[in-house]
């Protein structure tokens, strides 16, 4: 793929200027299906797809009598699956899309058009699983044959991977027979552990999980075999049996399948609601949407249906697709786009971090041009090359990351990332004794990171004091350490920023700064694994400095969440941070950890005499909830913040898990018997807290 390709993919809709460019338009669509159907890769991505189909369809719908025979539109998955040898019970449709509220609306229209009145039975609402359609056959209670969608008529038969899925056992525990339906992914968990196997197999990394799934389906004779997860969204009667009921709905069908021990999409965090119009199904979908980022696996959509069986008869199906069902597909968060360099750049703690720079693409609503590469390790297990195509993920808030590289798509003379032989930024030798690398000179060689971070929101809170003034006063020599802040002069101040009355409220910002209590100094103090949250669990156990200098890795360990390994490393930075701790107490800076509340407030506290664990993303109320405000509230309800589940632990706050897989921390909850809370009825305990 060329550049330009590339970046025209992420351009808006293509529009077709005659038949010529419809043909070709229909060509690519072909292509870029056998490749993804046939080859197992991706030639563009699916938001570059679904718009060159919208493109194609518009073209048709002007030119009925020019639609061409190979077109895409309207045939199962656009006529490029294979098909395979194995007849369907009844054909396996697929979707129609929307991608606007206006679209559903149009959609509703015509489904009341259809059925000749308002639709009285309600609407479904449920997750569109980013993964491989799958039919699974259950007799006598045992699961017996797996088959792909292929071309809706006729699948293959992909039996080799039962007993990997789960959510699809082999064995049920009633003796039914039915054919469960749905779709076959690997949770972002599995993608990862999978990954990992396939590169000790010497295998090319999965490009991202739907392909990784599709894949995996079809290979048959590998030498190792991938846990994948199964979530059925529909059920259809097998040898005319009675199971599902007869004229039970759709959310009847799917409850009766999770009662017959097969996993539904009703089990997954986005759950199956009903509702009764339209406009909350729409509701619904923004709910969905939210949730989307902090889902351990893929989502591109969410799916309407009318609910009532009798409704679904009435507007019946067409050739490709039901009549009473919709995807309303949400913006891209996985695209392709060409990886055009790698900066590295230090860190506070002096660690090298790689960042793809990208060709622009538009990923849930916004630019990205940047994305994290974690370590190198990380880049020789991907093997990635400078110029290739590679897959970006970004959802929500979360920082993009790039998954994998389209080999087949990789340019001739394409060159491995080159990785740094010295420190990027002072040029001095770097460590390589763990994954992540770090310049050898550490903290000293990120001065200036490492004073921004210490001057920012939650550390000493100098407001003001950005990354502008900070590199003028480390390159003036005037701030060496974070200690130096504190005996700068308002004329000094006055000269790096520019103007005295900034040097002034710099200077009075830097004096408030002095009075803030141990955990934030602390924290300032830039020592790798003490971030903000760590900081106050440790200050707050020791109470002063001078009892944090005294404390050997033992008496380190003691703080919730320092183990054997991370104890000895704090002990020996506290050492060598010697003479900054020395010049910040010279300067009368705070030492000691103040008591946030009164004994009696403490006392009254809703969290008093608890210790509470807080492990993945939050939800509900308190969605988007970082660590650190974690942290803050329940130890302003009374609590002690846990960084472990152990003994002393009360309550581990975690959201239900949707793959089912529960956290390692959840797992440890259930062994020794300590109360999981979901994000809401944590929310719910500390109500008074959150106005
Ligand atoms: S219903 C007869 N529900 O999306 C209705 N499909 O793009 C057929 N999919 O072929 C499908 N999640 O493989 C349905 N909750 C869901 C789904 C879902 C994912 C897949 C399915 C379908 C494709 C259409």
Known sequence: ?????????????????????????????????????????????????????????????????????????????????????????????????????GELDSWGASFRRRLGHEPTGGFTVEPKMDGAAVAARYRDGRLVQIITRGDGTQGEDVSHVIGTIEGLPEYLPAPLTFEARGEVLFTQEQFE???????????????????????????????????????????????????????????????????????????????????????????????????????????????????????????????????????????????????????????????????????????????????????PADILRRDLHIGDTVTVHKAGDIIPRVEAAVVELRPEGAVPVPLPSHCPHCGDEIDRGQERWRCAKGTACALAPLIEYAAGRDVLDIDGLGRKYVDVLVAGGEVRDVADLFTLTEEQLTAASGSAKRGAKLAEQIRLAAARPLSRVFCALGIPGTGRSMSRRIAGHFGTMEAIRGADAAALQEVEGIGPEKAPVIVEQVAALAPVIDKLIAAGVGMTEPRPETAQERADGPLTGTTVVVTGKMTGPLDGWGRSEMGALIERAGGRVGGSVNSRTTYLVAAPSASGKPSSKAVKAAELGVEVLAPEAFAALVADLLD
């Open 1 to 101: 793929m060329t550049i330009t390709t590339a970046v025209e993919a992420c351009s808006s809709l293509p529009v077709l200027s005659g038949s010529a460019a419809y043909e070709a338009a229909v060509a690519r669509l072909r292509e870029a299906s056998r490749t993804y159907f046939g080859a197992g890769y991706s030639l563009m991505d699916d938001a570059t797809y679904d718009r060159l189909l919208v493109a194609v369809k518009e073209w048709e719908a002007a030119h009925p009598d020019s639609v061409a025979e190979t077109s895409p539109t309207g045939r199962v998955a656009d006529g490029a699956a294979p098909a395979g040898d194995v007849a369907h019970t009844a054909r396996l449709l697929s979707l129609d899309n929307v991608f606007t509220p």
């Open 193 to 375: 552990a999978a990954n990992e196997v396939r590169t000790a197999h010497g295998a090319a990394v999965f490009a991202n999980p739907r392909n990784g799934a599709a894949g995996t389906l079809r290979a048959k004779d590998r030498p190792y075999r991938l846990a994948m997860t199964f979530w059925a969204y529909g059920a259809v009667a097998l040898d005319g049996g009675a199971f599902p009921p007869a004229g039970a709905g759709h959310a009847e069908t799917l409850a009766a399948v999770e009662r017959a021990g097969v996993r539904t999409t009703a089990a997954t965090p986005a759950g199956l609601h009903v509702v009764d119009t339209l406009e909350q199904a729409r509701e619904r979908v923004d709910a969905i949407a939210a949730l989307r980022a902090a889902l351990p696996f893929g989502i591109d959509g969410v799916v309407i249906k009318a609910d009532s069986a009798d409704e679904q008869a009435a507007v019946g199906v067409g050739s490709r697709f039901p009549y009473w069902a919709i995807a309303y597909k949400l913006p891209a968060v996985e695209r392709q786009t060409l990886l055009l360099d790698v900066v590295w750049e230090v860190g506070r703690t002096g660690v090298l971090a790689p960042t793809a720079i990208l060709a622009p693409v538009e990923l849930d609503g916004s630019t990205v041009t940047r994305a994290t590469l974690h370590n």
